[in-house]
């Protein structure tokens, strides 16, 4: 099973709307049985980011894991959202 995480600031709000719309994301490329979804913040998550087949990010992260990490605002704004879910694909071998 393939690991996901999705980071923000804090671990609460817009990590679980980047979540949720991850999951619906999975169910329609009915991939939901062969991903696990993590939900954190992201100071709990820094030194683990290599736990995980993929990192998507509502908040800004450390240049020094930018390579390591999808940028997940576009899961928010709507714009760029189908990038992130292109990124998710390939890093996820959906």
Known sequence: M?????IC????????IASS?????????SASDSVKIYQSKIADELNRLEDYDAVVSTT??????????INGL???????ADNIF???KEQLEI
């Open 86 to 88: 292109a990124a998710l």
């Open 2 to 6: 393939k690991k996901l995480l999705v």
């Open 21 to 29: 719309k991850i999951k619906a994301w999975l169910d329609e490329q």
């Open 74 to 80: 576009g899961l928010l704004t709507g714009v760029g």
């Open 9 to 16: 600031g804090a671990g609460h709000a817009t990590s679980t």
């Open 60 to 69: 800004v992260v450390p240049d020094s894991v930018k390579d390591k990490v």
